[in-house]
């Protein structure tokens, strides 16, 4: 006979005084009991669900969000008055790095996206000389073919598929100001003679945003779509397998509006004559913008007080479900994907590096996989304040500790472990590697404890930090840390047999169970 596993959710009393329980068994009851035996599945998301954007100026060499050093900017008027101010000069990047090479293809199989707003303007040098010193007219950065090369040998390398985007700056444009394949021609055929491949591609990056420098105000409806047009055709000749996606347009989940970005709406974009019917449905989402751009309270803005709300956490709900129409309604069945997100638009938030953002950015895989969405790229995988691993030391910050787990224990099977409970976040998802086994990720955001019980052996795996701001994040109250040489630690549970499990205030538990017998989880991946 089947064994039944099953989990229930009880709130235990807040603790008293500065010490916390970060892991461990209590004897308190339980209730609401979730039976993962017969958990029912909800869908299955791609292999590759997990992904990231390596920004095109880590291969040009340019502009990138300036990092911040600890003092307090103004916020607001500074992008209008002076968007160099919230600009630094970042380097090309050395994608041969044996650490970042490691870290990465820790998180595989996953997409990269070469892209962002270098992307819109860049001049692909198409010979094996220096680099020029003086970038062509119409364009703004050089993308040499040691670059693109060495780009595609990483994700070679990583165990990753590229999409990225093309150049729709006045370089590449007729007399009626109308998208041409000048770039995009040597690009797709110096990809091809050296083994390459761009599995995915989006014309524009966010086509319904002002680029200083570039555009003042977005594309409209008619000469998106006739560009879109123009580029399908082209890349039907040169690239028939590469998938195309569209619109990529920039979307935020702030409670005000901002005129500029639905002057023209995705509705329009997608509904404008000659737009063929795109493989992909692809946007870009961000819940607030960052206070290189704001102030942190301005209605626009963000603190690190909302970060655990439910309002906060909610925010991307919204906006997919908009996609979600607008896909069931323009391109039936094309797999909808989020290219670009993150916690705050503008270069993101001070504490982004920290463990208090790994919150936001587990949430937001779980409860858009659940939702229908079929791949999400975090921007980013290597950045000064919002990679995933610091790209000026390789060192991991706070959420790639997250996304390993996320990586080592979430399948693609997405299971439906109910509602979620006010300040107690649980999803589950088949175990990855076990046939019939089941992890149930457990997001506690409240400052008191959780307890979940377990029927029948399973394992443990609680993340918490010294302090919600700590780049120190803690695996059953053990630091994670790169070995000598850069290697990975050995990601170690805690082994629970029917035990109650007690939940840290402010805590990250995945808790697999290999035995759940559930059959939906046969033959997982």
Not at 141 to 156: H, N, Q, V, Y
Not at 215 to 241: C, Q
Not at 336 to 348: F, N, P
């Given at each position: 006979?089947?064994?039944?596993?099953?989990?229930?959710?009880?709130?235990?009393?807040?603790?008293l005084g500065t010490t916390a329980v970060l892991y461990g068994t209590s004897s308190s009851s339980?209730?609401?009991?979730?039976?993962?035996?017969?958990?029912?599945?909800?869908?299955?998301?791609?292999?590759?669900?997990?992904?990231?954007?390596?920004?095109?100026?880590?291969?040009?060499?340019?502009?990138?969000?300036?990092?911040?050093?600890?003092?307090?900017?103004?916020?607001?008027?500074?992008?209008?008055?002076?968007?160099?101010?919230?600009?630094?000069?970042?380097?090309?990047?050395?994608?041969?790095?044996?650490?970042?090479?490691?870290?990465?293809?820790?998180?595989?199989?996953?997409?990269?996206?070469?892209?962002?707003?270098?992307?819109?303007?860049?001049?692909?040098?198409?010979?094996?000389?220096?680099?020029?010193?003086?970038?062509?007219?119409?364009?703004?950065?050089?993308?040499?073919?040691d670059s693109w090369k060495g780009a595609l040998e990483f994700a070679d390398a990583v165990d990753?598929?590229?999409?990225?985007?093309?150049?729709?700056?006045?370089?590449?444009?007729?007399?009626?100001?109308?998208?041409?394949?000048?770039?995009?021609?040597?690009?797709?055929?110096?990809?091809?003679?050296?083994?390459?491949?761009?599995?995915?591609?989006?014309?524009?990056?966010?086509?319904?945003?002002?680029?200083?420098?570039?555009?003042?105000?977005?594309?409209?409806?008619?000469?998106?779509?006739?560009?879109?047009?123009?580029?399908?055709?082209?890349?039907?000749?040169?690239?028939?397998?590469?998938?195309?996606?569209?619109?990529?347009?920039?979307?935020?989940?702030?409670?005000?509006?901002?005129?500029?970005?639905?002057?023209?709406?995705?509705?329009?974009?997608?509904?404008?004559?000659?737009?063929?019917?795109?493989?992909?449905?692809?946007?870009?989402?961000?819940?607030?913008?960052?206070?290189?751009?704001?102030?942190?309270?301005?209605?626009?803005?963000?603190?690190?007080?909302?970060?655990?709300?439910?309002?906060?956490?909610?925010?991307?709900?919204?906006?997919?479900?908009?996609?979600?129409?607008?896909?069931?309604?323009?391109?039936?069945?094309?797999?909808?994907?989020?290219?670009?997100?993150?916690?705050?638009?503008?270069?993101?938030?001070?504490?982004?590096?920290?463990?208090?953002?790994?919150?936001?950015?587990?949430?937001?895989?779980?409860?858009?996989?659940?939702?229908?969405?079929?791949?999400?790229?975090?921007?980013?995988?290597?950045?000064?304040?919002?990679?995933?691993?610091?790209?000026?030391?390789?060192?991991?910050?706070?959420?790639?500790?997250?996304?390993?787990?996320?990586?080592?224990?979430?399948?693609?099977?997405?299971?439906?472990?109910?509602?979620?409970?006010?300040?107690?976040?649980?999803?589950?998802?088949?175990?990855?590697?076990?046939?019939?086994?089941?992890?149930?990720?457990?997001?506690?955001?409240?400052?008191?404890?959780?307890?979940?019980?377990?029927?029948?052996?399973?394992?443990?795996?609680?993340?918490?930090?010294?302090?919600?701001?700590?780049?120190?994040?803690?695996?059953?109250?053990?630091?994670?840390?790169?070995?000598?040489?850069?290697?990975?630690?050995?990601?170690?549970?805690?082994?629970?047999?029917?035990?109650?499990?007690?939940?840290?205030?402010?805590?990250?538990?995945?808790?697999?169970?290999?035995?759940?017998?559930?059959?939906?989880?046969?033959?997982?991946?």
């Amino acid at each position: 006979m089947k064994k039944s596993i099953a989990v229930s959710l009880a709130v235990a009393a807040p603790l008293l005084g500065t010490t916390a329980v970060l892991y461990g068994t209590s004897s308190s009851s339980a209730t609401n009991p979730v039976n993962v035996e017969n958990m029912p599945l909800v869908r299955t998301i791609d292999e590759r669900y997990m992904s990231f954007q390596v920004g095109m100026s880590h291969l040009t060499g340019g502009e990138t969000w300036k990092t911040y050093d600890g003092s307090k900017e103004e916020g607001g008027a500074k992008q209008a008055d002076n968007f160099e101010a919230i600009r630094e000069v970042r380097l090309p990047t050395d994608l041969t790095n044996s650490r970042l090479r490691t870290l990465t293809e820790a998180l595989s199989p996953l997409y990269i996206r070469y892209g962002g707003t270098t992307t819109n303007s860049v001049y692909f040098q198409d010979n094996d000389e220096p680099r020029l010193d003086q970038v062509p007219d119409g364009y703004r950065w050089i993308l040499t073919r040691d670059s693109w090369k060495g780009a595609l040998e990483f994700a070679d390398a990583v165990d990753a598929k590229v999409l990225t985007g093309f150049t729709v700056s006045d370089g590449v444009r007729d007399e009626a100001h109308a998208w041409t394949p000048e770039h995009a021609a040597p690009f797709v055929a110096f990809t091809d003679s050296i083994g390459g491949e761009i599995y995915a591609a989006e014309l524009y990056n966010e086509p319904n945003a002002r680029e200083p420098g570039r555009t003042e105000e977005g594309e409209s409806a008619e000469d998106f779509a006739r560009d879109f047009a123009l580029f399908d055709a082209f890349m039907s000749d040169a690239s028939p397998s590469t998938k195309l996606g569209a619109p990529g347009v920039a979307a935020l989940g702030i409670p005000v509006p901002i005129p500029s970005l639905e002057k023209v709406t995705p509705e329009q974009y997608m509904s404008a004559e000659p737009l063929p019917k795109p493989d992909l449905i692809t946007y870009h989402f961000y819940g607030a913008v960052a206070e290189r751009c704001v102030p942190p309270g301005a209605p626009a803005g963000v603190t690190a007080e909302q970060a655990l709300t439910e309002e906060w956490l909610a925010r991307p709900d919204k906006t997919f479900q908009r996609y979600k129409a607008l896909r069931d309604n323009f391109a039936p069945d094309a797999p909808i994907w989020l290219t670009e997100t993150g916690t705050a638009s503008c270069g993101g938030t001070r504490w982004q590096p920290t463990f208090l953002e790994t919150f936001r950015f587990l949430d937001t895989h779980a409860r858009l996989a659940k939702q229908g969405l079929d791949a999400i790229f975090t921007h980013a995988l290597i950045s000064g304040s919002n990679g995933v691993i610091d790209e000026k030391t390789f060192m991991p910050n706070a959420d790639y500790w997250a996304a390993l787990l996320w990586r080592k224990l979430m399948g693609t099977k997405v299971l439906d472990a109910g509602d979620n409970q006010p300040g107690l976040h649980t999803y589950a998802h088949c175990q990855r590697g076990h046939s019939g086994g089941v992890t149930v990720l457990a997001i506690n955001l409240q400052d008191k404890t959780e307890t979940v019980s377990v029927s029948g052996p399973a394992e443990l795996y609680t993340l918490t930090a010294p302090e919600l701001q700590s780049r120190v994040v803690q695996l059953n109250g053990k630091a994670l840390e790169l070995g000598e040489g850069g290697t990975l630690p050995v990601i170690k549970p805690e082994p629970v047999d029917g035990d109650n499990i007690t939940l840290a205030p402010t805590s990250i538990s995945f808790i697999t169970v290999p035995e759940a017998n559930n059959t939906a989880c046969n033959n997982p991946h």
